[in-house]
Structure formats: structure tokens, C-alpha cells
């Protein structure tokens, strides 16, 4: 099993339609750690850290987002591997 870490910037309509607490409710069920939090410009900021498979789903899943979002671009850029405690949305 191999440890994965990566940091998303999401853009589109990300910010007010609960983005953050739906990326943390797919990450916990895929137990995945890290964090969410809004960016100034309207963007929200997103690591995730875990194993590489459940990282990899959630990452794929910032592209739908919750009902009401409507995301336009998701850039990854990959970390070193780290090992938060949880998720937390900031």
C-alpha cells in the first residue's frame, strides 16, 4: 500500500454550495486526510493524504463536487507524503 499526498486548487462555483463538507464526507469514507479550505479568489484549496487508490478517487471526484457546485478546473500538483490526523475543512 503506498502513501499518496495531493494538493488540488478547484475552481467554478465552489464556494457557498458546501464544496468543503462534501470533499471531506468523500474523503472520510474513503479514509483519506487532509483538508479544505476557501481560497480569497473563490477557489478551494484541497489536500488529500492517504493511500494512493482512495487519493486517487477522491481527487477524481473534486471534478463533481457536490450538487449545487459547478467546477471548471481542478490542478494537482503532487506532495511529499505526510500523514494528517484527519480531514478538516479551514
Do not use: I
Amino acid at each position: 500500500m503506498s502513501k499518496r499526498c495531493v494538493k488540488a486548487v478547484v475552481a467554478g462555483k465552489v464556494q457557498g454550495v458546501w464544496y468543503r463538507k462534501a470533499v471531506q464526507d468523500q474523503a472520510l469514507q474513503h479514509g483519506v486526510t487532509g483538508y479544505a479550505k476557501n481560497l480569497p479568489d473563490g477557489q478551494v484549496e484541497v489536500m488529500l493524504c492517504g493511500e494512493g487508490d482512495a487519493v486517487n478517487k477522491v481527487a477524481t471526484w473534486l471534478w463533481q463536487g457536490p450538487p449545487n457546485a459547478r467546477v471548471t478546473h481542478v490542478e494537482l500538483e503532487s506532495l511529499e507524503p505526510r500523514d494528517p490526523d484527519n480531514f478538516v475543512t479551514l
